[in-house]
């Protein structure tokens, strides 16, 4: 049973996209959260319809609900 295993890239790029999210500012902070919401929707995509347990299935859907709902409460007005 596999929990624990390498990142794939798109979970690469999310951590990359956050930490430069995180310590930047001005045009960059929004550029670096769009990558890293995409990134997050196709890493948590391919873990719905990929994973290899149920546990990752279901890491895959919860996280792609949260990330779904962040961008709705940041598109909102």
Do not use: D, K
Request: proline share 5%.
């Amino acid at each position: 049973m596999t929990i624990v295993q390498t990142p794939n890239a798109p979970l690469i790029v999310m951590a990359i996209a956050w930490l430069l999210a995180r310590f930047s500012s001005g045009p960059v902070t929004p550029a670096a959260m769009a990558i890293f919401t995409a990134a997050g929707v196709i890493w948590s995509y391919e873990e719905l319809r990929h994973g290899v347990n149920w546990f990752r299935r279901g890491l895959g859907a919860v996280v792609l609900i949260l990330l779904v709902v962040g961008l709705a409460r940041r598109l909102a007005w």
